[in-house]
């Protein structure tokens, strides 16, 4: 099946910073989605992408869906104590099919 | 809106009891729910698709005899874990896709921490 593959495995920045991180497959997606999910809860949806080449902003959150269909990248400014957590990409495991598969995830943690 | 809510968020149970997980959509109808089994510093890992009114999905390697699942109504998907052992200890995720909504956007569960001694 489809890999997704999450880099860095983990970060550790100062509050303020700004952050970046990227998703990468093997095969090509038609959606992108990024996640966050906090120490003992469920995932909540950051951004949803639907086309190659779409950018899209969230607040301080901005992700983009790239030109091959085979990466998403997830950029964070001026990192805040709250953003800690693990990010998750996610995509459609075929295309039309309502099944996702998950990154592997990257671990932000702010360092006081 | 797009809220989905699981019970319990935490149980402990002996060996060879059965649990049953709860996981709702309080605000939109859910033809599609999704169990989802995470271990520690792991990513999520798909057990199943449920689909109202049918039997459920189950991925490669999950045992549907083991992890009962229903979903006897729009708002509503339980799993079962069937005669537990400690292996089975995990969190397990439920996520709903809102019928109305854009086609592949699945909304969380807070999840439940099962701990089987």
């Known amino acids: 099946g489809q890999q997704l593959n999450q880099s860095p495995q983990s970060m550790f920045i100062q509050e303020g910073e700004d952050v970046s991180m990227n998703c990468t497959s093997s095969s090509i997606f038609n959606t992108w989605l990024w996640y966050k999910q906090d120490p003992g809860e469920g995932p909540v949806l950051l951004i949803a992408l639907y086309k190659a080449g779409e950018l899209t902003s969230n607040g301080r959150l901005t992700a983009q869906f790239g030109i091959t269909r085979k990466d998403s990248f997830l950029n964070i400014s001026a990192s805040i104590p709250s953003d800690v957590g693990i990010y998750f990409c996610a995509g459609p495991v075929n295309f039309g099919n309502e099944k996702l598969t998950f990154g592997t995830g990257t671990r932000l943690t702010i360092i006081p | 809106g797009a809220v989905v809510s699981q019970h319990p968020s935490r149980v402990i149970c002996k060996s060879g009891t059965s649990v049953k997980i709860e996981c709702r959509s309080l605000?939109?109808?859910?033809?599609?729910m999704f169990w989802y089994r995470q271990f520690p510093k792991k990513s999520l890992m798909l057990m199943a698709t449920?689909?109202?009114?049918?039997?459920?999905?189950?991925e490669q390697g999950v045992e549907k005899d083991k992890f009962l699942i229903n979903h006897a109504s729009l708002t509503l998907s339980t799993l079962t874990v069937t005669s537990a052992h400690p292996e089975d200890s995990s969190f397990y995720i439920c996520s709903a896709r809102d019928a109305s909504g854009t086609y592949n956007e699945q909304f969380f569960g807070p999840g439940t921490r099962l701990t089987v001694l």
């Open positions: 449920s689909n109202e009114g049918s039997k459920a999905t189950y």
């Open positions: 605000d939109f109808q859910a033809t599609t």
